[in-house]
Nanobody, 124 residues
Framework: QVQLVESGGGFVQAGGSLRLSCAAS????????MGWFRQAPGKEREIVAG????????YYADSVKGRFTISRENAKNTVYLQMNSLKPEDTAIYYC?????????????????WGQGTQVTVSS
């Protein structure tokens, strides 16, 4: 089993920045791809960004390209999401997810472990 714990969410004004962290513990050697997802009220959970084991490949949803950056420190079993130029439509619960395969994919069902989520609220 792998446990994921997110931190860094909060309340910010439009145009501001937040940095989310996700710390993994347990059998971390069994997971490779990490992803950040979000779910707004009344909407389905959607991928925000994904990163390969080496960090050499990253994926971003069109809505966050150029504003968000995903990164990871394998030695610390931690993945980050730097969020800049935040907009009210970025308001959601943000979830960290881990996948036991090497390819970065965008569907929620492809990820094997999930964190509890952290709330991000952006005011206009």
């Amino acid at each position: 089993q792998v446990q994921l714990v997110e931190s860094g969410g909060g309340f910010v004004q439009a145009g501001g920045s937040l940095r989310l962290s996700c710390a993994a513990s347990g059998r971390t050697s069994s997971v490779y791809v990490m992803g950040w997802f979000r779910q707004a009220p009344g909407k389905e959970r959607e991928i925000v960004a994904g990163i390969s084991w080496s960090g050499g490949y990253t994926y971003y949803a069109d809505s966050v390209k150029g504003r968000f950056t995903i990164s990871r420190e394998n030695a610390k079993n931690t993945v980050y999401l730097q969020m800049n130029s935040l907009k009210p439509e970025d308001t959601a619960i943000y979830y960290c997810a881990a996948r036991r395969n090497f390819d970065v994919v965008t569907t929620t069902r492809a990820y094997d472990y999930w964190g509890q989520g952290t709330q991000v609220t952006v005011s206009s």
